[in-house]
């Protein structure tokens, strides 16, 4: 199983960029998907997940600002990132969950398969 992220990059604050996360090897209509980043310094932390169904969920602080979704078809996972702020700059990684028909957990552990990141920097 393979995931690959692309569409990180550097953007001024109010900026929005849209993430995406390609697998191979495993199909996501099947399994939860997740997106956690990682700040300089700071532990990796929950942004959004996208279960098996499609039902969402959010780190309170980015919901509203943030989009998960996915296409079945291209087994892609996205996230739509809106009003970005320099809080937002971290590295991007995507995750997929270890157990088929999985709910969008808010564990690291309980995704099995990572991406290598793509870096999100924000300016002010």
């Known amino acids: 199983v393979q995931l690959v992220e692309s569409g990180g990059g550097l953007v001024q604050a109010g900026a929005s960029l849209r993430l995406s996360c390609s697998v191979s090897?495993?199909?996501?209509?099947?399994?939860?998907s997740a997106w956690f980043r990682q700040a300089p310094g700071k532990e990796r932390e929950f942004v959004a997940a996208?279960?098996?169904?499609?039902?969402?969920s959010y780190r309170d602080s980015l919901r509203g600002r943030f989009t998960i979704s996915k296409d079945n078809s291209k087994n892609t996972v996205d996230l739509q990132m809106n009003s970005l702020e320099p809080e937002d700059t971290a590295v991007y990684y995507c995750?997929?969950?270890?157990?088929?028909?999985?709910?969008?957990?808010?564990?690291?552990?309980?995704?099995?398969?990572w991406g290598q990141g793509t870096r999100v920097t924000v300016s002010s």
């Open positions: 995750a997929m969950n270890s157990r088929r028909f999985s709910s969008g957990t808010i564990y690291a552990s309980d995704y099995e398969f």
């Open positions: 090897g495993r199909a996501i209509s099947r399994y939860a």
């Open positions: 996208i279960s098996w169904t499609g039902i969402e």
